[in-house]
C-alpha cells in the first residue's frame, strides 16, 4: 500500500492542475520533433513536386517501387512540413506527367517547369539500385537499395540540396520469403522506410519514428 502513495499523489496533482507533472511524461512517451536536415521547405510560399526516376534495370525488382515511394514522400510533406502555405502538387498529376513521356525526361527542372505541374521546387529521387530478393538464392529476402535525392529550383535549376542514401531492410539479415505474404509485405515495408528517410530529409520529425519500422522487421521471422 505504501509503493501506492506517490503514485496516487501524482495522479491527483496531475488532476488539480500542475500542468508540468502532467505533460512531462508525456513528452518523454510521444517524443520531440527535431528539425530536418534540410529547412528549404519550411518557410515560405511554395509549391512543391515529388518526382521518382528510376536508373535500375532490374524491373521486375523495381515493378511499381518508384511511384509508391513518391506517393507516400508526397503525402509525408503534406502533412508533416508544418508550413501553411506550402502547396503540394497531387500525385496523380506527375505520374501523368511521367506516363505521357513514357518516364523519359532530361531533369527535375523539366519536370517541373510543365504548366500542369508548375512547381517552385522538385524533390527528386533516382533509384540507382534496388533490390528485394537474393541473387543467390530466390528463397531469402533482404531490401537493398541506393538512391540519390535532389531538391532543385524550377525557375534557376539550381541544386538545393543534395543526398545519397543506402538503406538495407531488414537491418540485421535476410529473411526466408517462400511464403509469398511473407514477400509482399517485406516489399511494402521496405518502401516505406525509404519513402520515411527521403521525407525526413525535409520535414521536422522524431527520430525513433523512423528506425521504428525497423524493430517492427523482427516479426517478419516469426510468420
Request: aromatic fraction near 6%; charged fraction near 20%.
Amino acid at each position: 500500500m505504501k509503493k501506492l502513495i506517490p503514485l496516487l499523489l501524482l495522479f491527483t496533482l496531475t488532476l488539480t492542475g500542475c500542468q508540468g507533472l502532467l505533460l512531462t511524461p508525456l513528452w518523454i512517451i510521444q517524443g520531440r520533433d527535431e528539425p530536418p536536415k534540410h529547412d528549404i521547405l519550411l518557410k515560405g510560399e511554395q509549391r512543391v513536386a515529388v518526382v521518382p526516376r528510376a536508373l535500375s534495370s532490374n524491373a521486375f525488382e523495381l515493378q511499381n517501387a518508384p511511384q509508391d515511394i513518391a506517393r507516400q514522400v508526397n503525402h509525408l510533406l503534406e502533412t508533416k512540413t508544418k508550413n501553411k502555405k506550402l502547396r503540394v502538387v497531387e500525385q496523380s498529376k506527375v505520374e501523368k506527367w511521367l506516363d505521357n513521356c513514357n518516364n523519359n525526361f532530361d531533369s527535375f527542372v523539366e519536370v517541373g517547369n510543365d504548366r500542369s505541374i508548375n512547381a517552385d521546387v522538385v524533390i527528386g529521387f533516382t533509384i540507382v539500385g534496388f533490390q528485394i530478393r537474393d541473387p543467390q538464392n530466390p528463397y531469402m529476402a533482404q531490401g537493398k537499395c541506393q538512391i540519390q535525392v535532389e531538391a532543385v529550383e524550377v525557375a534557376s535549376g539550381k541544386v538545393l540540396s543534395s543526398d545519397t542514401l543506402e538503406l538495407i531492410y531488414p537491418p540485421s539479415t535476410p529473411i526466408d520469403i517462400t511464403d509469398p505474404n511473407k514477400a509482399s509485405r517485406l516489399r511494402s515495408e521496405f518502401v516505406t522506410v525509404i519513402a520515411r528517410n527521403i521525407g525526413a530529409l525535409f520535414h521536422p520529425h522524431v527520430p525513433h519514428e523512423i528506425r521504428a519500422i525497423d524493430a517492427d522487421s523482427i516479426n517478419l521471422h516469426r510468420f
